[in-house]
């Protein structure tokens, strides 16, 4: 299983992004799928759930990312998408993108399947 992140990179304040994660593996169906940023120095642990899409579809997002972040799945493809938008200085991190295990409860217990990460840098 692997799951790789891309469209990382550097914009201005203001500014947007979309970051892709491509699963091979497995599918994202029946998965929970996930968007998560960590700052520079910190821990995995010390982050962040940026956006959510559950079993059932359902949308969740950080009060950070609401209104702006926007989180998507191609499952014919198997692709995770992360719109960013209307960036700033904070959104400054790494985003790693992460699944669940497959099943059919819309609760997202766990992510054993983790990207590497893509870095977002927001010059102000």
């Known amino acids: 299983v692997q799951l790789v992140e891309s469209g990382g990179g550097s914009v201005q304040t203001g500014g947007s992004l979309t970051l892709s994660c491509v699963a091979s593996?497995?599918?994202?169906?029946?998965?929970?799928t996930t968007w998560f940023r960590q700052d520079t120095g910190k821990k995995r642990e010390e982050g962040e759930e940026?956006?959510?899409?559950?079993?059932?579809?359902?949308?969740r997002y950080a009060d950070s990312a609401n209104g702006r972040f926007t989180i998507s799945q191609d499952n014919a493809k198997n692709i995770l998408y992360l719109h960013m938008y209307n960036l700033q200085p904070e959104g400054r991190a790494m985003y790693s993108c992460?699944?669940?295990?497959?099943?059919?409860?819309?609760?997202?217990?766990?992510?054993?399947?983790w990207g590497r990460g893509a870095q977002v840098t927001v010059a102000s």
């Open positions: 593996g497995l599918t994202y169906n029946r998965r929970c």
């Open positions: 992460a699944t669940s295990g497959s099943g059919w409860s819309s609760e997202c217990d766990s992510y054993p399947y």
């Open positions: 940026v956006s959510r899409l559950d079993r059932k579809g359902a949308l």
